[in-house]
């Protein structure tokens, strides 16, 4: 089966950074577009950064286009989240996802999801 396991999360100030992580299982990155999707508090789940089968990046929410970015590990297989410059604005539940092979911002193109892992940016 394949299981993606999304951590990382936690309480960070304004400002501060973090960076999440997604272990992928059950099938390469290499043949595989990742995908960083976020729900905030009263908001719908939103696609905000992907990297495709390529290594190409894409990102769908211009409000973190120059504070977040992603970057693996293949020999852990492993997707990680950096993201800086944090606000309150960003306080989420974060989520990867797994798709073959082209990002998409939507979330219903992903078939496999990791459980979330939560983000509270607050004094």
């Known amino acids: 089966d394949v299981q993606l396991q999304a951590s990382g999360g936690g309480l960070v100030q304004p400002g501060g950074s973090l960076r999440l992580s997604c272990v992928v299982s059950?099938?390469?990155?290499?043949?595989?577009?990742i995908g960083w999707f976020r729900r905030a508090p009263g908001k719908e789940r939103e696609g905000i950064l992907c990297v495709d089968d390529n290594d190409a990046r894409i990102y769908y929410d211009d409000s973190v286009e120059d504070r977040f970015t992603m970057s693996r590990d293949d020999a852990k297989n492993t997707i990680y989240l950096q993201m800086n410059g944090l606000s309150p604005e960003d306080t989420a539940v974060y989520y990867c996802?797994?798709?073959?092979?082209?990002?998409?911002?939507?979330?219903?193109?992903?078939?496999?999801w990791g459980q979330g892992t939560l983000v509270t940016v607050s004094s």
């Open positions: 059950g099938r390469t990155l290499g043949n595989s577009a």
């Open positions: 996802a797994a798709r073959g092979y082209r990002c998409s911002r939507d979330v219903i193109a992903f078939r496999f």
